[in-house]
């Protein structure tokens, strides 16, 4: 049980785990778990009765039931089974009106299409009429294709492309009626674009960056009395809007008023937005769009998985979870009854599931997980088109902002249907494949530093030392003891760790320690070293999920320089552009180095990991904080084998079994912790690779001081260049 809440796993679920007598997680559990609940998209690669169904059910049930308990606390603004806008009083982009790929953030001010093939539409959820002047402010976000202005409500989304939309898009044409000319200028990235509306005149026209282009649209007087949603489409696109609520960038002229300051009298209700009224349109309730789809290649596996989450789920309560098994065989009305009463967890085979979904029985409109149980399976049934289509429908960020996330199983992830599929749906997914080879990235260069307390003898004179975990406190040191040495070589990785620090003048780094007492000393003893030279927090299981996410967004937004973990902790941490990592402590799990060090040396930047490894047998807690027979804080140092909790750790044993696994030898450094330039094994070394790349290591000021002095030297001589002229003519 505890191993699986180390992962971050809610202990109501590992209650239930615990029950199903899994002592430990299986090696997939162990890679997928961590990855599914950081966020990422994962594929999965495992033998049958690896704990493969486990691995995405855990993780899934706990995100979807976090997401149910916070709506029903206040926390967020939507439910799992249709979205009620965030203040019906505010100008917003509709959740409701809005086209099957277009997400709309939380705030309802932002919305982005990631469709590259597809324009999406969507309209704001009040509109405007009467005899007055409206302005709203548009502004690009992100790189795409995009047209923003007014539209009816009869209107497609697709705006400028029937009679009663009016749109002005980033190429520099206007459309109405699909009849595109050309308007004003094109705009792009972070151009704010102003839409005027005009219902005295009958006018439409634009600003782009607050310069007028002049009228593009000219209203008769059937067309004047209709009422007018500001409107957006995009491809593969990113826009914000300002309706008022917010100062304009640039503010319209005086007698135009921002959409959100309109009279009462002026303002209508999107009738799209109407939740009673979407019912009626839709044919179907509010309450049918789970949260995850899980889709099997036959009835049977399809049964095992629906069993597996009615086990996991056991002791989640308030909300409860509802699931639903979606298979043939059993009765079509019977489905579509639960899907009325709400769902938030649906698993099935593809021909009911593609039923239902075209009958209008279910949504996909909230669809957070989107999963392929055994895809190798699917794919070769022929279901590959299926999968595509239902992915499309699928908004690629759900209308509370967050992004759809993807998980793969198959019994190989090499075929090339399977690698084909992930290409075109999958989201940089991380693979977790058992049957691969580990192997060191070429980007990450591993060096190892020896810790022998019987040549160093520096910590016999240490004023101030790492706290140490305890194992030592009833055995008598002094001497040349094994004890003695052991306790030694804990003082001086603290030691070897700030060096290591100061050699290659860390900015960022990862720092991997074995136990999470570990981590706490480290953190304590960083801190006191050197304040914000040695900034610091922690990641592990003891922390808070509060404390730990926020000790992440604060390293990942560099506030802290340094992040000091766990193994069960740092599984699925992807910090771009990370440079450093040290082992502390080598890993008992020789994949487990692998995946520390994969840490670094990411996005093409060459990374450094060093690992600090015990000459010497160093005694060390077995079960780290947690003892299964005394509880908490455990103060039985005996060795294992006596009955107690302790066991002799011996790192170069772990590092032969690493450089066996990894088929290298990996380089040994001296305790200076200097990493020499040269070539090693036939491989590019992270000091060479520094050399040479130089922009990714040098901070942005260091690296163009020369390039800057080339320019003051160039200017100076063009200065005495026209001087010598000026002064000459004068002569004249």
Request: charged content about 25%; glycine content about 8%.
């Amino acid at each position: 049980m505890a191993a699986f809440e180390e992962m971050g796993v809610l202990p109501e679920i590992a209650k239930a785990v615990d029950e199903m007598e899994w002592t430990l997680p299986t090696d997939v559990q162990s890679e997928a778990i961590p990855l599914i609940l950081g966020g990422g998209d994962v594929l999965m690669a495992a033998e049958t009765g690896s704990g493969k169904t486990g691995a995405f059910c855990l993780p899934v049930i706990q995100i979807v039931w976090e997401t149910l308990n916070d709506l029903e606390s206040g926390k967020a603004t939507t439910t799992s089974g249709g979205a009620a806008p965030p203040s019906s009083t505010n100008w917003l982009l509709s959740l409701f009106d809005r086209g099957r790929a277009l997400a709309v953030t939380p705030d309802g001010l932002r919305c982005q299409s990631r469709e590259q093939k597809e324009w999406h539409g969507c309209r704001a959820n009040k509109g405007v009429h009467g005899s007055k002047k409206f302005f709203y402010e548009a502004t690009v976000t992100d790189e795409g294709l995009c047209r923003v202005g007014w539209s009816t409500g009869q209107a497609s989304l697709d705006l400028g492309t029937d009679k009663n939309g009016f749109g002005f898009g980033g190429t520099g044409k206007k459309s109405n009626a699909r009849q595109f000319d050309d308007y004003g200028e094109a705009f792009g990235m972070h151009d704010v674009i102003g839409c005027y509306l005009d219902l005295v005149k009958g006018e439409i026209s634009f600003t782009k960056n607050g310069a007028k282009l002049g009228v593009a649209f000219t209203l008769n007087a059937q067309q004047k009395s209709q009422t007018y949603y500001p409107a957006v489409v995009l491809k593969n696109a990113e826009m914000s809007f300002n309706f008022g609520a917010q100062p304009f960038k640039h503010p319209p002229s005086n007698d135009f008023i921002a959409v959100a300051s309109a009279p009462k009298e002026c303002v209508r209700e999107n009738p799209t937005n109407s939740s009673s009224t979407r019912s009626k349109e839709d044919g179907k309730p509010k309450c049918n769009a789970p949260q995850a789809i899980i889709i099997e290649p036959s009835r049977e596996l399809a049964e095992q998985t629906y069993n597996q989450i009615q086990k996991f789920k056991k002791y989640l309560k308030d909300p409860i979870i509802r699931e639903l098994l979606v298979i043939g065989g059993i009765s079509v009305k019977e489905q579509i009854s639960a899907l009325n009463s709400g769902v938030d967890i649906v698993v099935g085979t593809p021909g009911r599931l593609e039923d239902l979904i075209q009958g209008g029985y279910m949504s996909l409109t909230h669809c957070r997980f989107f999963i392929l149980d055994e895809a190798d399976g699917l794919l070769k049934q022929g279901y590959s088109a299926l999968i595509d289509g239902l992915h499309k429908q699928i908004p690629k960020i759900t209308s509370d902002g967050k992004r759809l996330q993807m998980i793969v199983c198959s019994a190989t992830l090499h075929s090339f249907e399977v690698k084909n599929m992930a290409g075109r749906l999958m989201h940089f997914p991380t693979w977790v494949d058992l049957k691969g080879e580990d192997a060191v990235p070429e980007t990450v260069h591993h060096v190892v530093v020896m810790v022998d307390p019987q040549k160093d003898r520096s910590w016999q004179n240490l004023r101030k030392h790492i706290p140490t975990d305890g194992v030592h406190e009833r055995d008598k040191l002094g001497g040349n003891n094994p004890e003695t040495f052991s306790e030694a070589v804990k003082m001086l990785k603290g030691e070897y760790c700030v060096r290591a620090i100061k050699e290659h003048n860390m900015d960022r780094a990862l720092l991997f320690c074995r136990t999470k007492l570990d981590c706490d000393n480290l953190e304590r003893y960083l801190k006191q070293t050197g304040g914000n030279q040695f900034s610091c927090v922690c990641l592990h299981g003891d922390r808070k999920p509060q404390e730990r996410k926020a000790n992440l967004e604060k390293f990942k937004k560099q506030e802290v320089k340094f992040l000091i973990c766990t193994d069960v902790a740092a599984r699925g941490l992807d910090i771009t552009g990370l440079p450093f990592m040290v082992n502390i402590t080598l890993p008992d799990e020789k994949s487990n180095y692998v995946h520390r060090i994969g840490r670094v040396g990411r996005a093409e930047r060459m990374g450094l990991a060093i690992s600090l490894v015990s000459k010497v047998p160093e005694k060390v807690w077995y079960h780290g904080e947690w003892c299964p027979s005394r509880g908490r804080n455990c103060h039985n140092t005996t060795l294992t084998d006596q009955g107690g909790c302790c066991i002799w750790y011996n790192e170069p044993n772990y590092l032969a079994e690493i450089e066996d696994h990894l088929n290298v030898t990996i380089q040994q450094v001296g305790p200076d912790i200097k990493v020499p330039l040269n070539d090693f094994d036939g491989k590019v070394t992270y000091g060479e690779k520094r050399a040479n790349m130089g922009s990714n290591y040098q901070n942005h000021v260091q690296q163009m001081a020369p390039y800057v002095a080339q320019l003051s030297e160039l200017e100076s001589k063009a200065q005495l260049l026209y001087l010598k002229r000026h002064m000459a003519a004068a002569a004249n």
